[in-house]
């Protein structure tokens, strides 16, 4: 068998830390549920791929580096912002839900 282009499952595998890919989705989705719900988010950081991730945030991300904060566009005075991150708070806890 010819196996002429490095071989088709190893383009599959990801080489880089659990822990970036998992913050990498974690942020896309957070990213997609606010753009849903009507707050600003620029096209750059939905469209955001893991390499470029990766390559921006490296492969143990500094968390305080993923920080968003955001506005409503049909309310600007309405912010998504999280608190100053603390290392010290288990991250259940971490944002305050309101209900």
Do not use: Q
């Not at 190893?10 to 997609?32: K, N, P, Q, Y």
């Not at 991730?53 to 305080?64: A, N, Q, V, W």
């Amino acid at each position: 068998m010819d196996n002429e282009g490095g071989g088709c499952l190893s383009s599959f595998i990801d080489h880089g830390t659990v822990e970036s890919h998992r913050l990498f989705l974690a942020r896309r989705t957070v990213l997609e549920m606010l753009c849903d719900r009507g707050y600003v988010v620029a096209p750059p950081d939905l469209e955001l791929t893991l390499s470029a991730f990766r390559s921006l945030y490296g492969e143990y991300p500094d968390l305080e580096r993923l920080r968003i904060s955001t506005n409503l566009v049909s309310d600007p005075s309405k912010k998504v912002s999280p608190p100053p991150f603390s290392e010290t708070l288990p991250l259940p806890n971490y944002w305050e839900i309101r209900v």
